[in-house]
T-cell receptor, first 110, second 114 residues
Framework: QQPVQSPQAVILREGEDAVINCSSS?????VHWYRQKHGEAPIFLMI?????EQKGHDKISASFNEKKQQSSLYLTASQLSYSGTYFC???????????FGKGTRLSVIA | DTGVSQDPRHKITKRGQNVTFRCDPI?????LYWYRQTLGQGPEFLTY????????KSRLLSDRFSAERPKGSFSTLEIQRTEQGDSAMYLC????????????FGQGTRLTVV
């Protein structure tokens, strides 16, 4: 079952913050976040496995709600290098494939 | 280890021809995924393997598509009788289940059917 991402696109000025959401109608086993730049492969950012989990590095962090049906990716004090398309990938169980949302295109401008 | 490797990086073929792509996962990764991605879309799941066993194949996938992973190492994806609609980036990803479930992608094979 494909997760739903929102918003579809967002434009930020350098230094602004953004939140990208990923949701499912059923509880998830895991949520994976990736960033993809044009013409390149998706790059792994982080994975969340536990309800209520929060994880992050530098100024990019993510959370997984208690019911394990929604995850949010937080980008703070955005930099030009944050531009790209962000995808969440989800697993319904440990024995189901990783399925991706349609992506959120993030553009950071000077 | 150099990561997930895919070959070729680009393939141009005439409609009706067969093509085969290869993916070498990160060493000892036991799960391997194939995805297809078109411009502006997310990676679309095609199939995946746990070691040499093919666990699931997308119901949207035509019978012209087949994948193998002999001996649980590298994998091949074959498309028979290619159509223009098959033009896309074909991505492979691998992960080490349980121990480290995060999946890492290769650079992809861009297929153009003319």
């Amino acid at each position: 079952q494909q997760p739903v991402q929102s918003p579809q696109a967002v434009i930020l000025r350098e230094g602004e913050d953004a939140v990208i959401n990923c949701s499912s109608s059923k509880a998830l086993y895991s949520v994976h976040w990736y960033r993809q730049k044009h013409g390149e492969a998706p790059i792994f950012l982080m994975i969340l496995l536990k309800g209520g989990e929060q994880k992050g590095h530098d100024k990019i962090s993510a959370s997984f709600n208690e019911k394990k049906q929604q995850s949010s990716l937080y980008l703070t004090a955005s930099q030009l290098s944050y531009s790209g398309t962000y995808f969440c990938g989800t697993e319904n169980s440990g024995n189901t494939p990783l399925v991706f949302g349609k992506g959120t295109r993030l553009s950071v401008i000077a | 280890d150099t990561g997930v490797s895919q070959d070729p990086r680009h393939k141009i073929t005439k409609r009706g021809q067969n093509v085969t792509f290869r993916c070498d996962p990160i060493s000892e990764h036991n799960r391997l995924y194939w995805y297809r991605q078109t411009l502006g879309q997310g990676p679309e799941f095609l199939t995946y393997f746990q070691n040499e066993a093919q666990l699931e194949k997308s119901r949207l996938l035509s019978d012209r598509f087949s994948a193998e992973r002999p001996k649980g190492s590298f994998s091949t994806l074959e498309i028979q009788r290619t159509e223009q609609g098959d033009s896309a980036m074909y991505l492979c990803a691998s992960s080490l289940r349980r121990e480290a479930p995060e999946a890492f992608f290769g650079q992809g094979t861009r297929l153009t059917v003319v």
